[in-house]
């Protein structure tokens, strides 16, 4: 079993459309949580990153931690076109180590 | 600030080759990590470096190696090349501070491709 899992996808929405991401994890030392784009051929951008439970809000996007499910989510409010992308979820602790686990990736595609 | 540069950008080697991958951290990065992305798949920590040495590394063989130097950069050097070993390479960089999280900066990658 993968210490983060993540739905691959893909996932195919309007624009305007709320978006739902998810991953779920095995491992109760994680301490941070972070969500990453990717867009094609280029490395991946931090998005959002959350300490311990709780969520986080930054313009469109909104993190949720829920530790207790060890299940974290990210939400992308009236998606558009340049939203297309694989996110990736990722995690690390105990402490800073600084060594991320991330998730396989979803790719998103959101049609005008 | 070019942010965290990588090169070559593509490379094409064969079975059982060498390698060598560079980065250059962002400006005011003392720590560097390198990530393995295969296809369809999310990074792998393969080790981080910092102050020149090897602080941390993940469940990576011995034929993949790095070195950091004085200036920060960063070099990964991969042996006996198999054809697993195709895939997108990915360097991050990072400040240590006293601060409880680091964010990494991840460069575009060097797309390995083993014959």
């Known amino acids: 079993q993968k210490e983060v899992e993540q739905d691959p996808g893909p996932l195919s929405v309007p624009e305007g459309a709320i978006v739902s991401l998810n991953c779920t994890y095995s491992n109760s030392a994680f301490q941070y949580f972070m969500w990453y784009r990717q867009y094609s051929r280029k490395g991946p951008e931090l998005l959002m990153y959350t300490y311990s439970s709780g969520n986080k809000e930054d313009g469109r996007f909104t993190a949720q931690v829920d530790k207790s499910s060890k299940y974290i989510s990210l939400f992308i409010r009236d998606s558009q076109p340049s939203d297309s992308a694989t996110y990736l979820c990722a995690m690390s602790g105990p402490g800073n180590t600084g060594k991320l686990i991330f998730g396989q990736g979803t790719t998103l595609q959101v049609k005008p | 600030d070019a942010g965290v540069t990588q090169s070559p950008t593509h490379l094409i080697k064969t079975r059982g080759q060498q390698v060598t991958l560079r980065c250059s951290p962002k400006?005011?990065?003392?720590?560097v990590s390198w990530y393995q992305q295969a296809l369809g798949q999310g990074p792998q920590f393969i080790f981080q470096y910092y102050e020149e040495e090897e602080r941390q590394r993940g469940n990576f063989p011995d034929r993949f190696s790095g070195h950091q130097f004085p200036n920060y950069s960063s070099e990964l050097n991969v042996n006996a090349l198999l054809l697993g070993d195709s895939a997108l390479y990915l360097c991050?960089?990072?400040?240590?501070?006293?601060?409880?999280?680091?964010?990494?900066?991840f460069g575009p990658g060097t797309r390995l491709t083993v014959l």
């Open positions: 991050a960089s990072s400040r240590e501070t006293s601060f409880s999280y680091n964010e990494q900066f």
């Open positions: 400006s005011g990065h003392d720590t």
